[in-house]
């Protein structure tokens, strides 16, 4: 453990742009902490903090000069590595023929995160898990995730809709980072404790730092996040979810809140697991030039599921049903893992209020085996 | 010889032109479309006027006289492709606000000779009257989105025109919901892409201009404008725009009348 401090903070920042990489990190944007490049620390939302509930985000300043001082906005990471358009190939039209240019993301380009929150973290896992774990490797995600250095921040704050110790996954990191800083703030200091992750992590800090972390500095750290854990008023309960939900496929929650969805994809846009896509062909007039991109789709439109003689999901209600049951279900069948890393966006971002935990808490309190 | 270029034609009934104006919008690709096709009536761009068939009709503005319901039938004949495009084509337009009052009033009280005018009693989308190849949306329709409709029909495949939420839109370009962030009641989970999410880029709510979405809870939407303190009257009026008389926009407008 090292002692970063506060003011030193913009040290790491050189440091990782002296190594060539383009930092991202929280900040300030349309009453709204977002994710995008920034360059110093004053670009972090410092004093800064966020009120949320179910389809409710305000912006709130602080009483102090807390420079993570907030929790998760409605930008994930994925955006960076999973973009939510890519242009796949280009191809042109050559006699009877055609050529194809592959496109793609910009191989060289090296993404430094700055910020990224424990469940955050395990959100990346996640998705390096759906598009590098299998058989078949996305090389655009995989190149941009091989160049990405991630520096996590642990929360020492939680928000109305986080419920990240139900899932395991914060508030605290235990691996997939870099290097990961806990912000402490009190009694006159401000500095960060830092840890690696990686070896170039340590390196990292240690062009940053020399400075270890005394016993009560590391302490105060591990409180601090502690305190965190313990403020956490929304929660969970996943005990034998996945074989629940697959035992109550005709509960009547799903009419209920088959009224209360938009399908408007929000909830799919904001999370950071939800890894689906459609791919667009395009060509000009001549028709000697088409290209093919992907773009983010959702299990919430129609056209997601229209297959040769009809739509397999129709109604809204089967479509918020898939979502939910891949989530917390059928992921783990896929992917050995629940789906969910407990962030809260979908409960934020959802212009009706849906929350997810709470949808679980009904069918549950209705279950058919209940 | 050259292949034979295929014939575009462009027909307008009760509309501002505004859509039409789209496809000269097009700028640089204004050009390409020229290059690409044969312009041969389009009143907006030339006096020139090639005879029928055509290849591909695009029509603008909604049905309102025994006059337009003769002609846009004679128009169908004319075209292969029948393109009906914005807001007032697909869905009667602002002018359908007329389809909830009592028009022959209207003429009495704005005509000195009203017998002189003949009109229907509503206004109607192209498609109530005449068989319509695609619906483009929008108030105005969106240019890009008119070159792929064009770009699809000349190269035989599907135009790539989302039917999904304005939602969307705001997520792929990273705009943050104005409605949850800032408490603006905004159409867009109801509406349908193709704008570009450009009023909340600019802090507005979504104003509904390229009508219902593919499938549009609107029940939903107008419970939440009322948690946001929108009374009845602003409800009824947020659903009863442009595209007022598109179906999913009417109930739900009639429903807090």
Redesign the interface.
């Known amino acids: 453990m090292y002692i970063i401090d506060s003011t030193e903070l913009h040290n790491l920042m050189e440091e990782l742009i002296k190594r060539g990489y383009l930092l991202i990190g929280p900040t300030v944007r349309s009453g709204a902490i977002v994710l995008e490049s920034i360059r110093t620390v004053d670009d972090l939302p410092r004093g800064f903090g966020d009120e949320q509930e179910p389809s409710h985000y305000s912006l709130k300043r602080r009483n102090d000069a807390m420079l993570f001082g907030f929790v998760v906005g409605p930008v994930s990471w994925k955006k960076f590595l999973y973009p939510p358009r890519l242009t796949m190939f280009k191809a042109t039209r050559a006699g009877k023929s055609f050529t194809i240019a592959p496109e793609g993301t910009d191989k060289n380009r090296k993404l430094a995160f700055i910020g990224v929150r424990p469940c955050e973290v395990s959100g990346i896992l996640m998705q390096d898990q759906v598009f590098t774990g299998g058989k078949y490797v996305d090389r655009a995600y995989k190149a941009a995730r091989d160049n990405a250095f991630i520096v996590a921040v642990n929360c020492t704050v939680t928000g109305g809709n986080c419920f990240c110790a139900s899932m395991g996954t914060g508030p605290g990191a235990t691996r997939g980072f870099d290097i990961a800083l806990t912000e402490v703030l009190g009694g006159g200091k401000h500095y960060f404790v830092a840890s690696a992750g990686t070896p170039r992590g340590e390196e990292v800090l240690g062009a940053v730092t020399q400075r270890e972390a005394t016993e009560p500095e590391s302490r105060s750290a591990l409180d601090a996040v502690a305190r965190a854990a313990e403020s956490l008023t929304k929660r969970m309960d996943i005990r034998e979810l996945p074989q629940l939900l697959k035992d109550n496929f005709e509960n009547p929650r799903w009419d209920d809140v088959a009224k209360r969805c938009l399908a408007c994809t929000n909830c799919t846009m904001v999370c950071p697991t939800c890894f689906c896509s459609t791919v667009e062909d395009a060509t000009d007039l001549t028709g000697m030039h088409a290209e093919r991109s992907r773009r983010w789709d959702s299990c919430f439109t129609l056209d997601f599921t229209k297959v040769a003689g009809g739509n397999i999901r129709p109604s809204i209600r089967a479509r918020y049903r898939q979502w939910l049951t891949h989530k917390l279900s059928n992921w783990m069948d896929q992917f050995g893992t629940l789906g969910c890393v407990g962030c809260g966006r979908c409960i934020t971002w959802c212009p009706s209020g849906i929350d997810i935990t709470a949808e679980v808490d009904a069918i549950r309190g209705n279950s058919v085996h209940a | 010889m050259p292949p034979k270029k295929p014939k575009v034609a462009v027909f307008k009934f009760a509309s501002c032109d505004g859509c039409q104006l789209s496809l000269l919008d097009a700028e640089d690709?204004l050009l390409?479309?020229a290059?690409?096709?044969d312009i041969a009536n389009f009143p907006e761009a030339s006096r020139r006027v090639l005879p029928g068939p055509y290849d591909i009709g695009l029509v603008e503005g909604s049905i309102t006289t025994p006059h337009d319901v003769e002609r846009v039938r004679e128009i169908r004949k004319q075209c292969r492709v029948l393109i009906a495009i914005g807001a007032c084509a697909t869905a009667g337009g602002i002018q359908a606000l007329r389809n909830w009052k009592d028009v022959k009033e209207f003429t009495r009280t704005v005509y000195a000779s009203p017998e002189y005018i003949s009109t229907l009693d509503r206004s109607m989308p192209v498609g109530s009257y005449i068989h319509v190849d695609f619906e483009l949306r929008g108030c105005p329709i969106n240019k890009h989105q008119l070159?792929?409709v064009?770009?699809?029909y000349?190269?035989k495949?599907k135009p790539?025109i989302?039917?999904?939420?304005v939602?969307?839109e705001c997520?792929?370009?990273?705009?943050?919901?104005v409605?949850?962030?800032?408490?603006t009641p905004?159409l867009?989970?109801?509406t349908q892409a193709g704008c570009g999410a450009i009023c909340p880029t600019y802090?507005r709510g979504c104003y509904g201009c390229f009508g219902p979405m593919?499938?549009?809870?609107t029940?939903?939407?107008a419970?939440?404008f009322e948690e946001l303190g929108e009374s009845r009257q602003d409800i009824m009026l947020a659903f009863r725009g442009f595209n007022a008389y598109a179906e999913a926009f009417r109930k739900e407008s009639d429903a807090h009348e």
Do not use: I, Y
Not at chain 2, 179 to 183: D, G, K, T
Not at chain 2, 214 to 217: A, G, K, Q, R
């Open positions: 690709e390409l479309v290059g690409a096709v070159l792929e064009l770009n699809a000349l190269n495949r790539t989302p039917t999904s939420s939602c969307m997520k792929l370009r990273g705009t943050v919901c409605m949850v962030a800032q408490r905004c867009g989970p109801a802090d593919e499938n549009p809870n029940g939903a939407l419970e939440h």
